[in-house]
């Protein structure tokens, strides 16, 4: 038997490997390992504590979500908000153009009828065509949000001034009118009001907002009896 042989015989009979709970002790080296194997538990139970408490912190930064949720979305909003745009800021310039062009046609020495026929003209474009413009848009609804606590539908339409206005309701308020307008499907409060039910999340929502969820009511005229 080699030297090398006989040293490890000797090592192992002189320190015994023993485990036990998944550690190892040395016997005869009892203090240094133990202490290597109290940090090691410390450091690994310190690196747990640490990833809980920061993903607990990271939770905690989440914004709360939110009750309302968008459940239509009107596909030609931006479009309509932009033609409005467009027609306000033509009816600014021609209010601004008005004393320029009256102090033009006086230096000119134009007749009456030709200062008539063209303050005529731009006022059309300045105050007819918006007033035109929102008498069609007014009705489109850009958006529907459905408030889950409250039970509440909030539509969004524009006003003359291109701002938005939410009309709150419950289920079942909208009215269809029996002769409908044009561009109209619903009324709230005697607000007509367009959606389109293709462009909504779930259906579900447009036929709760249109009452179509309720069984239907039919009426029948009554006969008159024969005499």
Known sequence: MSFMKISRLAIRSSFPLTSTFNTIKVEGLPTLLCVRLNHQNASRSADASSKISSKEYLEGLKAPESAEEEVYYGPLSARIRSVKLFSLMTSIMGICAQPVILQ?????????????????????????????????????????????????????????????????????????????????????RGIPLFMDSRFFSDVHHYKRIMGYDKPLDFKLSAKKELT
């Open 104 to 188: 033009r046609a006086a230096e000119l020495e134009a007749s009456s009828a030709a200062i008539a026929a063209t303050c005529g003209f731009v006022g059309f474009f300045t105050f007819v065509t918006p007033l035109l413009l929102h008498s069609v848009t007014k009705k489109y609804v850009t958006s529907v949000t459905y408030d889950k606590e409250a039970d509440s539908y909030t539509a969004t339409i524009y006003t003359l001034f291109l701002r938005k206005r939410g009309i709150c309701f419950k289920p079942g308020e909208a009215e269809i009118p029996n002769i409908g307008g044009g561009f109209t499907s619903a009324k709230v």
